[in-house]
């Protein structure tokens, strides 16, 4: 018996979260709206957090992998003088610095010492995980254990004194993917001879998607399959090639029209449509995802 077609819907959503809400529970809350099970995230939003979150739906789920990556933006509040066991605002005061001789000039140049590559530990309230078991987890267990430094870049890393409320600090953030904010607010009070905890952060991009393309959980926007690998480099095929394509096959860069590039490259066919993400393979190319069509 031939197997139905999956009608869809396929796409990518992009929401913008509010506060209150963990992932998932966008997620979940979506599966219903959007009426299909096939629907999952691209990267993890502090329940507190708010802003850009990136859906997979249906076909798009199985180009995901191509979306973590992606660096990330983010605006925030820094509060100096307070730290908490979470880095954040959701957390217990676990510790209270007299930071008020703290210069402006001395912020700033706190802020720009951590940008570029650097090394964060993960905070213990986070998705990293160790032996097996998520940090929050262990956290709610009331456990603490040793986490290895992560290589991170900060791409950029601008304070201002947010108006009429000393010791807070307005933020923006530029970061590769895996980058806390929360531990770069942390760190900046560290730096200081103190201590800071962040609050009100918002993501504003993750790569090429920002608040402009959000909708909400209510009314998601469904964007076709191709948006989800629109930041890749990409090729237009004929029809002949196109079958070929959907059959798997592997291709020499002459034929696929890529010369000497790295890849990964979307592939479409010429009405547009997202036929695989091939990428370099042993001096050809091989497909890493095919997309039925």
């Known amino acids: 018996m031939a197997k139905k077609p999956d009608l869809g819907p396929h796409g990518v959503v992009v929401i913008d979260k509010p506060a209150g809400w963990t992932s998932h529970d966008v997620v979940a809350k979506s599966r219903g709206v959007l009426g299909t099970r096939k629907v999952g995230h691209s990267g993890t939003l502090d329940p507190d957090a708010t802003g850009v979150l990136v859906l997979g739906v249906g076909k798009a789920t199985r180009l995901l992998r191509f979306l973590t990556e992606l660096p990330k933006s983010y605006v925030g509040e820094i509060v100096l003088g307070t730290e908490t066991d979470t880095l954040d605002a959701a957390g217990e005061i676990t510790a209270t610095h007299d930071m008020s001789a703290v210069t402006d000039d001395a912020v700033r140049s706190a802020a720009a010492a951590l940008t570029g590559a650097i ?7 986070s998705a990293v995980k160790v032996d097996g ?19 991170v870049t900060v791409f950029r890393y601008d304070v ?7 010791g807070i600090w307005r933020c923006e953030v530029d970061c590769s993917s895996g980058t806390y904010v929360r531990t770069l607010a942390a760190d900046l009070g560290t730096a200081l001879g103190g201590g800071a905890h962040l609050r009100a952060l918002r993501r504003t991009a993750v790569g090429g998607y920002t608040l402009d393309d959000a909708g909400s959980i209510e009314e998601p926007v469904l964007l076709p399959v191709a948006a989800a690998v629109r930041h890749l480099p990409s090729v237009v095929v004929d029809e002949p090639m196109a079958l070929d394509i959907s059959h798997g096959k592997r291709l020499e860069r002459e034929r696929l029209g890529v010369g000497e590039a790295d890849g990964p490259w979307a592939v479409l066919d010429e009405a547009g449509d997202l036929l695989a ?15 039925p069509r």
């Open 119 to 125: 090394e964060q530990i993960p905070p213990m309230v």
């Open 160 to 166: 201002e004194p947010l108006d009429g409320e000393s």
């Open 277 to 291: 993400v091939y990428e370099a393979h042993k001096g050809a190319t091989k497909p890493a995802v095919v997309i």
């Open 133 to 151: 078991k998520r940090l929050h987890e262990l956290a709610r267990e009331g456990k603490v254990v040793d986490r290895k430094p992560r290589p």
